[in-house]
């Protein structure tokens, strides 16, 4: 599951170097750049995904690659959970998120810290709920993230992953994967001048395996009840899967 193979790096294959360069230099303009780009269903994408994670008052949710916080943030305001952890392995990304956390009064603790998501420094059975949007795919290494994940969620916790997928009907396949060639770069390269970054997106997308092939490393990796729900036409998919 390693992205270098034969010591070579695929297209849209994630290398810890390029993602952290790739979000370090987007961050200012990141939220932007979702709103435009998604006409702002990502935030209908991680409100679905806070109601599959069924957080309650007492749980205890590890949000990683957690980015500018917006998952984060919807589980503060819709799933009122006893705390999150708010984590990312670039400081400028989470600097946002404290911004909007700033803002928040409510029931929710939440807090942050600058952690990779492939080697957690938490005690084992430490989480009820351990999420991660849109961050899955740029893990060069997915099975030590899920079996990091698993050592960290109490027994029965469940890991939710919000993340591209494949669309099932071929027509519409078509006209996104066109949308993703064309628009995806266009629109990145106009808020940050940063064409390149928004091409590895693209190729990212695309490299990333389907719903089934998704469900089935993560079986492998131990998690039960593995199930998923497709969102927007499977655009997105979010992965349920139990400790
Ligand atoms: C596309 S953003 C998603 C952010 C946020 N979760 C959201 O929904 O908008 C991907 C994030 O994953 C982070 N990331 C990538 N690899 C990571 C790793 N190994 N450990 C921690 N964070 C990582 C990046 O820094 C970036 O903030």
Do not use: C
Request: aromatic share 10%; hydrophobic share 45%; charged share 20%.
């Amino acid at each position: 599951m390693s992205s270098q193979e034969n010591g070579a790096t695929r297209p849209g294959a994630p290398t810890t170097d390029r993602v952290k360069h790739i979000f370090s230099t987007i961050a200012p303009s990141y939220d932007m750049f979702n709103a435009l780009s998604s006409f702002g269903i990502d935030r209908l994408w991680r409100r679905a995904t806070v109601r599959l994670a069924g957080p309650d008052s007492a749980s205890a949710v590890l949000d990683l690659a957690a980015g500018t916080g917006d998952l984060t943030m919807a589980f503060a305001r819709l799933g009122k959970p006893a705390s999150v952890l708010s984590t990312d392995f670039v400081p400028e990304m989470l600097e946002v998120g404290k911004r909007k956390a700033a803002r928040y009064s409510g029931p929710t603790t939440i807090d942050f810290a600058v952690v990779d998501a492939q080697a957690l420094p938490f005690g084992d059975a430490s989480f009820d709920i351990v999420t991660i949007a849109f961050g899955v795919r740029n893990l060069p290494e997915r099975d030590r993230n899920f079996a990091e994940v698993r050592r960290v969620l109490k027994p029965g916790g469940r890991y939710v992953i919000l993340e591209f997928s494949t669309p099932a009907l071929a027509p519409f396949r078509v006209l996104y994967h066109f949308y993703l060639k064309t628009v995806i770069p266009f629109l990145g390269g106009l808020l940050t001048k940063d064409r390149a970054s928004f091409q590895y997106l693209n190729d990212s997308i695309r490299a990333f395996p389907p719903q089934a092939a998704l469900a089935d490393e993560l079986r492998a990796a131990g998690f039960k009840r593995v199930s998923w729900r497709n969102l927007t036409f499977g655009i997105v998919a979010v992965h349920l899967a139990e400790a």
